[in-house]
């Protein structure tokens, strides 16, 4: 029973540990390290130690010779070069040799920060050191040295210039990066920019959230482009026949998400507001549907072909989506993938595909659910009438109309009921139009009853005689209204029926003005033609960013 306790209480060896558990030998971090360069003593934390530099990065330890004393809390340091920013002399002009490091530090939020660290070189050689690791900062792979900065001033509530300035701008300054810093002036004013700048000459692209290990914060994006981790971006083009409509890093879209956006930029007098106006104001009511052909391509499927040797060969070949009867309210084509990773959904904007999107009328939950999954959150379950195709690379968009006496029919037709089971949504303003129809059939019945009460006489006279009296009655009463008569009726319903008439004609309009419009990156552009095709190309744009830690270890494992 002792010798088992013993046994129980005895630690791994580290050769047994998982290789992810095990600490690196000193064979191993020598060899990760690379040749080294030269050394210097130093005094760090008020403890004699050895500033090393290697091929791959900086080491700051204790010296061979020194006693290891158990109440020593100082602890060494060690820096890959593309995690140092830069190092200067803050006491030049006293000739004292104190180093003062500019490092990247990862916290446990993903996000990065700026840190620093001094250090005294006690030896004859801080010259030497000095100008070797400014030498090896400035050697950092794709670490740009000229950068092209555009900000976007109501940024950080309207604090885009003062939070560059004193946040970002001292970070370029300390890595010798030159920086042409422009503000945009108007609305799409960056679009401009983009389309007319010449960006020879210069090194960046620049990073946003889904290549920013899902971080939203300014100093971890700055840090990141200064690392030079460069990975390369998909992009997909947008083609009508025979010419090109634009190109797209993020997403393109058709139906719901265009008009999205295009309600919110007609509002743009309400300035944050009008995103969740917008929001309601398109989703709280029955959302706009479209026919259309549908067809695209994946990059593997259940159909491939084999090769002689067994191994799989997609077939690339144009598949034809089949909606079952139903319209459209939504198609989007996303240039990154979503992968459920450790039960979260996240984005790898480094995949060698995309995600089609195709909404047959889901409902508005179920639009939310699918938007929290866009998030970066828990994976959302099969959602009605929402079809997800992963892996694609190719999609054929093509709206289908009919005549007008055809389309007016189908409008009736689906305005007789709201929505079904499964969520499907009925024509935009024939609600409206059933709902001012409903309101003012209720004032005829009104209106009919009071005809209908007997006055005197007047129930017994001929439609002749009805317009004498009615005559007279203008002529004796002086302009006092009459109650309505049978003509007066029917001619208010003549008056329901062209205003039911004109409210479906604008709402027929208003949507066939629509299915011109097309979503590219957060743009709303109007177009002439109702068919496009979009494909992707991988690999296409480098891009300041990373991996996220999630897909890497997944990757890995």
Known sequence: MAESKGTETQPPKQDELPEAERSPTTGEQCEARGEKLMSAAVQFSNQDMNLVLYEQGLVIEQLDNAKKEKT???????????????????????????????????????????????????????????????????????????????????????????????????????????????????????????????????????????????????????LRVLRGEIHPLNIVTVHEPGKLVGICGLAFGIGLITDLIKHSDDRRWMKKARYIYSIAAVLLKKRRMYDAQIEYILSEDDGDKSTEDGSAQPRKEWTTFDPEGKRYACT????????????????????????????????????????????????????????????????????????????????????????NEDGESEPVGKKEVDDNEEKEGKEDVKEMEDTNKPEGNESSQNPDQAVETE??????????????KAGSVESKAGERKNKKAEAIARATARDTELEHYIYLDGEVRRVDGLEFECRLHSSFVPMFGCLAAELVNAKTA
């Open 471 to 484: 005559k007279k009655g203008e002529e004796n009463q002086q302009g006092k209204p009459e109650p309505a």
């Open 72 to 222: 020593t809390k100082t602890k060494g340091l060690s820096f890959q070069w593309c995690d140092v920013i830069s190092a200067e002399n803050p006491h030049k002009d006293e000739q004292k040799q104190t180093l003062l490091l500019h490092y990247i530090e990862k916290q446990k939020n993903k996000c990065l920060r700026k840190k620093s660290v001094t250090v005294t070189v006690t030896g004859d050689n801080f010259d030497s050191i000095f100008s070797n690791i400014q030498d090896q900062c400035q050697k950092v792979p794709n670490r740009p040295k000229k950068l092209f900065v555009l900000i976007n001033p109501i940024g950080g509530n309207r604090k885009g210039v003062q939070i560059y300035e004193r946040k970002i701008a001292p970070i370029f300054a300390l890595a010798n990066c030159e920086t042409t810093v422009v503000t945009s002036e108007r609305a799409k004013h960056a679009l401009e920019i983009g389309e007319t700048q010449d960006f020879t000459g210069y090194d960046g692209n620049g990073t946003v959230r889904y290549t920013n290990d899902g971080v939203i914060d300014l100093e971890t994006s700055a």
């Open 332 to 419: 989007a084509f996303l240039v990154s993938r979503m992968v459920n990773v450790e039960n979260k959904t996240i984005v790898d904007p480094y995949s060698d595909s995309g995600l089609l999107v195709l909404d047959t009328g889901c409902s508005n939950m179920g639009f939310f659910k699918y938007a929290r999954t866009m998030m970066a959150q828990t994976p959302a379950d099969d959602i009605p009438n929402l079809h997800i195709k992963d892996k694609a690379v190719g999609l054929k968009v093509k709206i289908l109309r009919e005549d007008p006496a055809s389309n007016e029919k189908q409008d009736d037709k689906s305005g007789e009921a709201a929505s």
